[in-house]
């Protein structure tokens, strides 16, 4: 194996560690995995989250101050912020584009529909400052009355659910003035800030301040401390590289925890859960397909078209192939943040993206950038509306694209963050939070997939504001060597 490329070695830690969940259900050793091999999962993305933060920090930083003129770094700025925005909106409209047309909430059985409808109806009867979205009212003709019981007890079921319940709380916790938003990006302490996986926006901030201010005081007095900047975001690099040596075990160790959590000692759960669930799932699978496989090279192609590469017909193709680590990665993890480090490396030596791009893009893309999560939400919350019988007006799915969008801006790049991004989505057109409990079962599977899209429209953006840039040079031909020899390539 030692001369097999590294995307590879991580492939076959996936397969093997899915392989090991089901046969240690199967042969009831789940506990000996969750006690034994799942540990390694936790400390690999815990190495991941070490990582990332003060590498955003010292990159930007690094970025910067290898910008001559604070002209430039304007104008990486909008085209940055530009360009996410526009594939975050792209990505909910064809979210929504799918799920009006594939109607996956009424996949269920009329009977099923008919309880959740009047258990909407009843929890918008206890709930203040709240309608019915459609003007339809089961819950006062006689005819639906045999299905009251049977609503009050899904309503109580869902309400009554403990993370949904925890997820709920955390949300009201948050409800706060417009500009809130802007005062949560300003750290009153960056060492709090480096501390909290959650705050990397502070930390992006923080960043800027002291890059800008850096180029801003002569040359003579700041080399000193660009110096250092470079040598510790050397040193972070490094960090990278020994930790990916170890990635095919990690991922091995991840995937088996993951899916045994799932599973418990049954292995058929897993297949139950996605049975119940199956329409919505492939619903979401589609739509996160056609951003990676359609969307992304459309973009690419139109926007970034001058780039090309002898080795390869089609340039996207080759940058999809020259991914492959950090997307792997992103499945594997579910977080955008603990890949970022892999996804700069990959973007900078695979790519050939320069690093004075990839320094400030990427970062700002782990956090701003979350076109899986907002394609996901706007097909669960019209698929919540279709299995309650909702009918929800053209008007109020634009309400969904505009909240998905600006929800999507800042929230944080971990695991399961979009159940509580949904919760804000549900809640502002209406509909009741604590229905994130139906598709809680899939999340976790679907979180990982879309954390891929995330990822590659991050990667994405970076190869398009270099190109415009004149930075997106070609690389080495990577199939040569490993990930932890790339940075031998010269400084770019």
């Not at 799918?98 to 709930?127: C, D, F, H």
């Not at 403990?162 to 003035?177: F, H, I, P, W």
């Not at 160790?253 to 859960?273: F, H």
Request: aromatic share 10%; charged share 15%.
């Amino acid at each position: 194996m030692g001369k097999l490329a590294l995307h590879w070695k991580i492939i076959i830690g996936l397969i093997l560690g899915i392989v090991w969940a089901f046969l240690s259900t199967q042969l009831g050793l789940s506990k000996f995995t969750m006690n034994w091999i799942n540990p390694f999962g936790t400390i690999f993305i815990n190495l991941l989250k070490l990582i990332a933060m003060p590498l955003v920090l010292f990159s930007i930083m690094k970025g910067i101050s290898d910008l001559s003129d604070t002209t430039k770094l304007g104008r990486l700025g909008l085209k940055t912020l530009v360009l996410y925005l526009m594939s975050t909106v792209l990505a909910v409209a064809i979210g929504l584009l799918l799920v009006n047309l594939w109607q996956p909430g009424k996949s269920a059985s009329e009977e099923q529909r008919i309880v959740n409808r009047i258990a909407y109806e009843m929890w918008v009867a206890e709930t203040k400052d709240v309608e019915v979205l459609d003007g339809k009212h089961l819950l006062r003709d006689a005819a639906y009355a045999k299905y009251h019981d049977s609503a009050q007890e899904k309503l109580s079921e869902a309400a009554e659910a403990e993370d949904v319940q925890t997820k709920v709380a955390s949300v009201k916790e948050k409800e706060s003035g417009p500009l809130d938003f802007v005062v949560d990006m300003v750290p009153s302490n960056i060492f709090t800030s480096l501390s909290n996986n959650k705050m990397m926006l502070q930390i992006i901030f923080f960043a800027l301040f002291f890059g800008i201010t850096l180029i801003s005081i002569p040359r003579k007095k700041a080399q000193p401390v660009i110096d250092f900047i470079d040598g510790v975001n050397d040193v972070f690099l490094k960090m990278v590289e020994i930790v990916m040596a170890m990635a095919p075990f990690f991922v091995f160790a991840l995937l088996a925890g993951t899916m045994v959590k799932m599973a418990g000692d049954d292995p058929n759960k897993m297949i139950e859960i996605f049975k119940g669930l199956a329409s919505y799932s492939l619903a979401v699978l589609v739509g996160l397909f056609l951003m990676v496989f359609v969307a992304y090279p459309t973009i690419y192609y139109f926007l970034a078209r001058r780039f090309k590469h002898k080795s390869m017909p089609a340039s996207y193709g080759y940058f999809f192939g020259a991914m492959g680590p950090a997307q792997l990665l992103a499945f594997s993890t579910s977080s955008s943040a603990a890949t970022l480090p892999v996804t700069m490396e990959c973007v900078r030596d695979r790519v050939g993206v320069s690093r004075e791009v990839s320094s400030f893009v990427l970062p700002i893309g782990a956090t701003v950038n979350m076109d899986g999560t907002s394609m996901y939400q706007a097909i669960a919350v019209v698929f919540l509306a279709q299995f309650h019988m909702v009918d929800l007006t053209i008007a109020q799915q634009l309400t969904i694209v505009l909240t998905a969008t600006l929800a999507s801006i800042g929230s944080a790049a971990v695991p399961s963050a979009g159940l509580i991004m949904m919760i804000i989505v549900l809640q502002s057109v209406g509909l009741n939070p604590a229905w994130i409990a139906i598709i809680l079962p899939v999340d976790r599977i679907l979180d990982m997939c879309r954390t891929v899209v995330n990822v590659t429209g991050d990667a994405t953006v970076a190869s398009i504001v270099a190109e415009s840039e004149g930075e997106l040079i070609e690389p080495k031909n990577w199939d040569d060597y490993e990930l932890e020899e790339l940075t031998d390539i010269e400084d770019r």
